[in-house]
């Protein structure tokens, strides 16, 4: 009796500690290797994971790899080495490690502003907090000692990349500035910011802008403008009537090939300012009136008579405009025989008498067409267009 009760006590710790899984096959080497994405910038975050089911000795157990000098998990790039990286077991017999190291490139001044913005270093023993140093256009490879002389590797790519620059959301109060730019995230583990230029058609000098990262390992900046039409630009408030352009401009210094490292490119969006009130309501024009060269009101024109084709023309808007009056006449065959226009600005609120001239040279009906644009090359309507018979004789 005695006898069989020690039997049983000495059987429950066996079974307590046993192993899940036996020694790992040398020939059969199941351990793939992952990336969490095929293609890295310079000073990036990367996850490593490891599914090694093999190495899971315990039921209960976190178990690690990669800090045994025998059976070494390391990470490296062109020159640089982080040797016997632990990573660790996601859940206790989960057979998956994971890990995590920072990227952090190399020397290089990424603003423009004569000083190395970036802390190249290589340290670490995992499974986070390690370190990596890598050169201009180069990889990174992990490598996992599987069993006695069975290696194991993966690599994936770091490379830099253009920026994209987008102006977004714009009204006539304000809009966002948005920057994808994976090559300045370059902390990963904090928020960092870019700095552009945003100018407009009417201030060329414009404002500079800091744009921040949306999350600390995104990639993506973003920033809000003001826009004014009665003030002038200052800190992020820029001055840019409704329908004109902004611009912003962000300079990349970290370009893949074939650029070179000293390169750098100006990187350009373009959007219009979005008014609240359509263009055509813009100014009011009253009727025609036809006028002789010494300003008196003419009832009738007649053939070689020079008439003055008049017309008060009012800003209905709360901002200066500029403009241009366009006086187009046609014949009774519809083909046009005479074009003239003239330019002017009007103050909010302010009326102004605009004229051009013409001499009829043949009797017959004619259309005189008046209508008011922006420019002659914007061509961006402010009136509707008013036509107007007239009969000479």
Known sequence: ????????????????????EEIPDYNKPYAPIF????????????????IAPSWNTGMNLIDSIGGDPNYSVNVYTNVHQLKQYK??????????????????????????DGKNDT?????????????LQNEE????????????????????????NVGDLRIVDVTEESAKIKLFERDMNLNPESIDTVNIEVFSENDSAGIKLEIAETTEDSGIFEGIITITKDDQSSGNRLYALPDSEITAKYTDRTLPKPYNTNDDLDIFAQENVISNIPTSERL?????????????LIERL??????????????????????????????EDNNV????????????????????????????KYSIERFVWNSIQGAIPLTNTISTDILIQ
């Open 1 to 20: 009796m005695l006898k069989e009760i020690f039997l049983v006590l000495l059987l429950v710790p066996i079974t307590q500690f046993g192993f899940a």
């Open 35 to 50: 990336f969490n994405k095929p293609i890295y910038s310079w000073t990036e975050k990367v996850e490593i994971t490891i």
């Open 87 to 112: 990573l660790y077991e996601t859940d206790p017999s989960s057979g998956i490690f994971t890990g995590e190291i920072i990227l952090t490139g190399f020397l290089h001044d990424v603003n423009g």
């Open 119 to 131: 802390n190249p270093r290589t340290v670490g023993e995992g499974p986070n907090g390690g370190y």
């Open 137 to 160: 256009d180069s990889g990174i490879t992990v490598s996992f000692e599987f069993a006695d002389g069975v290696v194991l590797s993966e690599s994936a790519k770091i490379e830099w």
């Open 284 to 296: 009011s024009m009253n009727e025609l009136e036809i006028l002789s060269q010494n300003g008196e």
């Open 302 to 331: 007649e053939i070689g008579q020079t008439g003055m084709l008049f017309s008060k023309v009012k800003n209905a808007i709360d901002f200066s405009q500029e403009f241009t009056y366009i006086v187009q006449i046609k014949n």
């Open 337 to 364: 025989i005479s074009l003239s226009w003239v330019t002017g600005e009007t103050m909010p609120s302010q009326e102004l008498g605009m004229s051009v001239s013409w001499m009829p040279q043949e009797p017959g």
